[in-house]
């Protein structure tokens, strides 16, 4: 347990090191990387190119200082970090690299101000962190493997089928070259998949699973990302998946991991409003699937943002879904339109998903909320649901990339 002593000088710091955040975490991965350039793999080089990590982190590092006093507060955000160290295989013996590291940043970046015994305490603090984090990432590696046909690491998958579903989103389907046992997963969840790129070493990426359990493979839907800029690693994955993966190639790909799924107990009591932009699709259109695949007869609202048809990625799949769910209705919305959109049915109403749209879409506030997308689509649902009095234990989102904090929203 944290002592008196650590908690109050950790709380007196807290300001300090809250007013250098950013700072702190830009020059920890630095020296970090420097020092130890074998933890670079775990860490995606387009959130670094972007100082997403390093805000993510910054934020993390706040949150917890803030909360030094009442950590049961961030058990969701701890259960989120964990399932994301075990699809990446963070092990406990990482975490002294870590904290080296995230020490020599803080003096570095307060000097003098950090004194021994500040650096003493924060090193205890983050000591008790990392013990909450590797015995959580523990429970998981566990019941990981424990499962039919789990495993841990990388097990070798076959592309058994690539289907384009827009004009910038490709599904794979992924069988287990061994031919055995796949694992379930719950609905929401994502799998890692490792790529050895030719010119450029990458770290492993996420994809959420865009079919439903209970299938003799697993499906994810790759969006064609965009380089922002010469040297830029954006896109770099994403293209090689569209250009260069082809059925009959071979995939390395970690066990299913995530904590944004589908609550039967939750959905068992009220309607469920899904909900999702672009990309964001892919996790939602699983729980769509998983409920008709139950024969729920929970009312289901399907919603779906995009620009226009062109992007719009797996529309006849929701539509064929929905016409076996009888208490489900779909929605789809355009923000930019072509002309033959609406005169060909592709969409059901144009422009985009604000407060005013939710509100006249659904018949009330009370509902389950899952919801995933793009940044702005992402805040702008959360600050309508919030506006709308919907409380934070109904609103449940997943956000693609570091965790950008969506709740100061106003």
Not at 156 to 177: N, Q
């Amino acid at each position: 347990m944290l002592t008196e002593h650590t908690i109050n000088v950790v709380k007196t710091t807290a300001p300090a090191v809250a007013q250098h955040a950013e700072a702190i975490t830009r020059r920890f991965y630095t020296l970090m990387f420097a020092e130890n350039p074998e933890v670079q793999a775990y860490f995606n080089q387009a959130h670094q190119h972007s100082g997403g990590q390093q805000r993510a982190l910054a934020g993390a590092i706040c949150a917890y200082a803030a909360n030094i006093e009442n950590l049961a507060a961030l058990g969701p955000a701890v259960e989120f970090i964990a399932q994301k160290h075990c699809s990446l295989g963070i092990h406990p013996q990482h975490y002294p690299i870590v904290g080296k590291h995230l020490l020599a940043a803080i003096k570095d970046i307060l000097g003098d101000a950090a004194t021994d015994e500040i650096l003493t305490e924060w090193g205890n603090a983050y000591g008790f962190l990392a013990e909450i984090f590797t015995g959580r990432e523990q429970q998981i590696y566990k019941e990981q493997a424990d499962v039919p046909g789990g495993w841990n690491g990388y097990r070798r998958f076959v592309v058994t089928r690539k289907v384009p579903e827009s004009e910038i989103i490709t599904s794979f389907y992924l069988e287990p070259a061994d031919g055995g046992e796949l694992p379930p997963f719950k609905p929401g969840q994502y799998i890692t998949v490792k790529i050895d790129h030719p010119t450029i070493t990458t770290s492993p990426r996420n994809y959420s699973l865009s079919d439903r359990p209970g299938l003799a493979h697993y499906r994810i839907s790759v969006k064609r990302e965009p380089s922002l800029a010469a040297g830029a690693p954006n896109g770099v994955i994403s293209n090689h998946f569209h250009d260069e993966i082809h059925v009959g190639d071979i995939v390395e790909v970690g066990p299913p991991c995530g904590e944004f799924t589908l609550n039967a107990a939750q959905t068992a009591s009220r309607p469920i409003v899904l909900m999702s932009g672009g990309i964001g699709i892919t996790p939602i259109l699983s729980m769509f699937k998983s409920l008709a695949e139950e024969k729920s007869e929970t009312p289901v609202h399907f919603l779906h943002a995009a620009r226009d048809s062109r992007v719009h990625a797996l529309a006849d799949e929701v539509r064929a879904v929905a016409a076996t769910l009888p208490n489900a209705r779909t929605h789809f919305r355009y923000d930019s339109p072509h002309a033959d959109d609406l005169t060909k049915r592709h969409c059901d109403s144009i422009g985009f998903v604000d407060a005013d749209f939710i509100r006249d879409w659904l018949p009330d506030n009370d509902a389950e909320f899952y919801f995933c997308g793009p940044k702005p689509f992402m805040t702008g649902v959360y600050r309508s649901l919030k506006d709308w009095g919907v409380p934070d234990d109904r609103i449940h989102f997943e956000f693609f990339g570091p965790r950008d904090e969506l709740t100061p929203v106003g």
